[in-house]
């Protein structure tokens, strides 16, 4: 491989190396051997066993491998519009991938370097067909993919992402997150935020199935990230201004609201609950637990303080 | 010290290009001392081997934490193996969730700001630069020398808070306040972030500075911008970005600095700061993207051109379409400064701002759509070499590819709001930025080796390195992807906290066992670089049989790069003329009557 001179440092340099590339190879061998990866798992479901909260809650999906390439179940009336769009992309985008591998795959082949073979002498207009040909696939790829993305994007804007829910149905809640937990905050029973009879929660959102859910979200500390998979919407919480999104979930059940910004330490621990309840059983607990704070109010806390005027903050 | 090298270059610069040929008696002996020789050198080619040993000694750094970071994610809660219990002492070993927040924040400064920037930019800008413009060095070469120890001060800070009381900084590396306030983050560990940044800002513009101005000025007579190989476009265009973009950096860290230390409130809302003062963390990141989306490109366009030369330098063709790759490319550059909106969609931009940089961002389509179908116009009908070089230069092709193609779903608003936030935006900007300057880095080291040292790297080792890199490189970053869309979302310590994650602990593992493989993979290649710095064979001045200037002279290059400036008569990428039988490539200083331009 390299010259005889200087064996003695050579063969040093040598040594050094195979050590080094042993403990990166031992590094890779450690992770890969299957009783390290048995123990992980075991401590691992062990440790998730002893989750209260989970257990409280019961959400444990059990998933084929195929179904773990797919996000967790959509509930929401337009989480299936951003899938379709995401599935689209994702398939055109396959397609035109794939003709790019066979391209330099088959480029690779057929024109490598061999005795004989001579490449052929062209700046890319020799002929109209060499000029014409990379930009009418350039103009595929941005018709079938760029044009339905704005477009895609435009309409849905338009029709959910922005358009938000107004009327009397509408449940309203104010979302305040802070180092490492969610705030919630329902009008209660005289539909007012500000008041005695405010429900106040703590990592546990309760939405009626069904009816458009309206959030308003600010932070106490720093920027969080309200993020539910399920609905297939986010929205960043930030310290000192309002955002706002909206949401409808269309099935009953447990599921998972996840902080999606980086926000410290506890970051991979700030996880809430949202509930999607019968209509009926949340009417029955949202008057109980109005009743209850109303109950239970004390003007001295100042942690039940927190809130905003919410119409200011509407439109 | 000679500081006559600038003298010269300054006189070369007002007297224009013409006068070269009055100078060649100016020769100022080669440096003998070690100070002046090896450690402050103004020679452009010492300078861009230190930057290279700089970025690769970060790389290691930043790639040893990447391990790190995937070992939390594939074995949560297992003590890190080897020397686990010498870092992690309180805790049996297990990597702390605060320092998995440090590791993942020092990873991504590290790695775009102390490796990739530094080999990309620095070692492949100072070294290609005056050799491929036919000049004697950057037109000036003390201003170079500080750019390089700036970024060494820049380093020495940020290892520095590594190790300070209350730990590095861990508040990510875009540094959102208010996360990133005294209040939340306390200690030094993120002021010395902060300082650290704004010197490596400061290096960066240095440069930037010297690279435009030396290939406006410093071109060897004849040579017309479509005489720069592709390689210099792309320098230039990222230099040009680096000027504009990087004062905006600067200046945001500084106001963040200012409010860390000082007590001001540029970016702390009122509600949560003291009564009457009014700031903004939105403004923070309105500041940071505009310099944040440009920085993509930063690292990849010297990428881009470096690839758009070797497909052609090796596939014995002329590249395809050069003047339409080069156009894109300055289409592209002018476009990253109005898309970088898409990187705050939820943060409750306004429908006219996001319809309006979702359009920006997926126009930036058309021009990387010409030219990376250039670059498969470039392969077809060529006559193929795989050299290491071109092995790198085709893995990019593939992994730009992949990762362009994935930037559209995160272009666009409505399926931004699904993938914010969450793995797949880490496995598509790795795919683009990281994994494709990473590859096209490794090319240019592979491919100017032989210039430097005049012996060649070892091609076994180097393919080696290559697939054992790019194959698992590719699958990192596509699992990333599907982890992304399975809802995972990003720098979080134990994902398995979520039921709706749990599932994925097994495409976490298969991933570390893949970093694992990619990361042993860097030590072929360490050991290639040294032993064949030594060892290998000896190239000669032109092994790769090409045409560009730096070819013309001596392996390694002599003190002065040319004896006599050239002059340039032909572009960069004359292969395989059918009027010349005798070789298949033109070097772009021999006049051919019939084939050469007259402007020398």
Known sequence: ?315 | MSTIDTTHNNHDAHHGQGLFSHHDDHLHPEPTSFWTKYVFSYDHKVIAKQFLIFGLFWGFVGALMSVMIRWCLAMPGQPFPLIGNLLFPSSNGVIPPDFYNALFTMHGTIMIFFALTPIIIGFLGNYSIPLMIGARDMLFPWLNMASFWVSVASGALLMYSIFVPMGPSAVGWTSYPTLAHSQWSNGPGHSLWLVSLFLAGTASIMGAVNYISTIIRLRAPGMRWRDLPLTLWGLFLTSILNALFLPVLTAGLLLLLIDREFGTTFFLAASISEAGTQGDPILYQHLFWIFGHPEVYIVILPAWGLVSDFLSFFSRKPAFGYKATAISMTAISILSAVVYGHHMFTTGLSPLLTSAFTTLTLLISIPSGIFFLNWLGTLWRGSIHFTVPMLFAMGMVFTFGLGGLTGLHLAAVSTNLLLHNTYFVVGHFHLTMAASSLLASYGAIYFYFPKMYGRMMNTRLGQIHFWASFLPIVYIFMMMMVAGYAGMHRRIYNPYEYNYLQHLLRLNQYIGIAVAIAFSAQLVFVYNYFVSRKKGSVSGPNPWYLGTLEWTIPSPAPYYNFDKIPTVYNGPHEFSHPKVTDRDFIRQDEYIEGISHKNG
């Not at chain 1, 999906?61 to 994702?90: N, Q, V």
């Not at chain 1, 998979?229 to 059940?253: C, E, H, L, Y």
């Not at chain 1, 949202?274 to 637990?289: G, I, N, Y």
């Open chain 1, 1 to 315: 491989m390299w010259g005889n001179n200087n064996m003695i440092r050579h063969s040093l340099i040598k040594a050094i190396f195979r050590l080094v590339l042993a403990v990166g190879l031992g590094t890779s061998v450690s992770v890969m051997s299957p009783s390290a990866l048995a123990q992980t798992e075991e401590t691992f479901h062990k440790q998730n066993n002893n989750n209260d909260q989970v257990h409280a809650h019961g959400i444990v999906e059990t998933r084929s491998a195929l179904e773990s390439w797919a996000p967790p179940k959509s509930i929401s009336s337009y989480g299936h519009r951003l899938d379709w769009l995401f599935e689209y992309t994702s398939w055109v985008a396959a397609i035109f991938f794939l003709i790019m591998t066979v391209a330099l795959v088959y480029f690779s082949i057929r024109y490598r370097a061999r005795p004989g073979h001579k490449a052929y002498y062209t700046h890319g207009k020799a002929k109209a067909s060499e000029k014409w040909a990379p930009k009418l696939l350039d103009l595929a790829v941005f018709v079938s993919l760029d044009l339905v993305l704005i477009g895609s994007s435009y309409i849905h804007t338009r029709d959910f992402i922005w358009n938000y829910p107004a009327g009397p149905e509408v449940v309203r809640v104010q979302v305040m997150p802070q180092q490492w937990v969610w705030n919630f905050r329902y009008p209660g029973k005289d539909d007012t935020f500000g008041t005695e009879d405010d429900i106040t929660t703590i990592n546990d959102m309760r939405v009626p199935k069904g009816k458009p859910v309206m959030v308003q979200i600010m932070s106490r500390d720093v920027i969080h990230g309200f993020f539910i998979s399920n609905v297939r919407a986010q929205m960043d919480a930030i310290p000192g201004s309002i955002t706002k999104f909206w949401f409808d979930a269309n099935t009953v059940g447990d599921y998972e609201i996840a902080c999606a910004h980086l926000c410290g330490t506890a970051h991979y621990k700030m996880k809430g609950f949202l509930k999607v309840m019968e209509e009926t059983d949340f009417k029955r607990w949202s008057e109980e637990a109005s009743d209850w704070s109303k109950a239970a109010f004390d003007p001295a806390d100042p942690s039940v303080k927190w809130g905003w005027n919410w119409a200011l903050n509407q439109k």
